[in-house]
């Protein structure tokens, strides 16, 4: 559920509308006018904020929609399970090919991103 922060709302106008209450009218007329713009005002600017929120929110389920699709999609094609738990300089995974699995295990420290990215795509079937 979207909860919005509260945020103070100053009514300067019902507060002078209180005071003037045995006064002149169009002095609370005016006060209550003044409160009126400011309340709506304020109630237009929380329509916006909340729209911008709900914008938001859509957009972070699109996104991770779409980057659970492109994953998935990765996958069918590389055939890959990577290890995520491996420390950095090394790449760690298994390739299912077609005849067996083949453990993956290369330091991208002491080999280039070329090499890494081409044998990687080596392992791809190109048989679809």
Known sequence: MLRLSPRPVHLPGWVGLARGAGRGTSQSHASFTACHTALRRELEELRAELGRL??????DGLTAAFHSYIAQLYYKISRIDWDYEC????????????????????DSSQLSQCFVSDYLWSLVDTAW
């Open 87 to 106: 420390e950095h300089p090394h790449i760690k995974g298994i390739h299912h090919g077609p005849a067996i699995a083949q453990p993956i295990s290369l």
């Open 54 to 59: 709900q914008d938001d929110m859509e957009d």
